[in-house]
């Protein structure tokens, strides 16, 4: 059972990145925002509830993958909590101790891309749904989302230099990930 984790600041590129990955590599996706806009219809964003069921949900849900042999990519935004390396921590232990494998990124840009990016359509659909001023409050009084975890090397790739497209044949190739036939 294989595991793309990819991780970074609101913006980065982890949804694009992720479905490019799961077109090429046929793995299932479980994308930040498909448990927190579940949460979002019961919890407001500062429950503690609301953070506690995100991490209890997908950690169960990568313990049933891994129980059926399911390959996953999961996406993490590093916006809401600076004890976030604590449930990567948590994670990781749970693949390993059952045999997985982890491919583990993390994604950066640079604060003029990520408010550039911030506003678009392609978000919007997804239910991010916080602006411009939102992400200029994240930037300038969470300093830790563009901290990389320090606990297990892997690979940092920055998207305001590297497209989507690029990013995904990136990983592929560094953790070399086979992809299914029918994919480029």
């Known amino acids: 059972m294989q595991v793309v984790f990819l991780y970074g600041p609101p913006a980065v590129g982890k949804l694009t990145i992720a479905q490019e990955l799961q077109g090429r590599l046929g793995y299932k996706l479980i994308h930040n925002h498909l448990l927190i806009n579940l949460l979002d219809q019961i919890f407001d964003f500062h429950n503690p ?3 506690v069921l ?12 891994i129980k059926n042999d399911i390959n996953l990519i999961i996406t993490s935004g590093s916006a809401g909590s600076p004890t976030l390396f604590e449930y990567y921590k948590e994670l990781i232990k749970l ?15 640079d604060p003029k891309t990520l408010l550039s990016r911030i506003d678009d359509d392609f978000r919007k659909k997804y239910g991010k749904n916080f602006g411009k001023t939102e992400l200029q409050d994240i930037l300038s009084q969470k300093h830790f989302v563009f901290d990389k975890y320090p606990d297990l090397d892997h690979l940092t790739i920055d998207t305001s230099i590297v497209s989507a497209v690029e990013a995904a044949g990136e990983i592929i190739d560094h953790y070399h990930l086979r992809e299914v036939s029918s994919a480029k």
């Open 49 to 51: 509830s609301r953070r």
């Open 54 to 65: 995100t991490r209890e949900f997908r950690m169960r849900l990568v313990e049933e993958a």
């Open 95 to 109: 693949i390993k101790e059952n045999g997985g494998k982890l491919s583990m990124i993390h994604l950066t840009a």
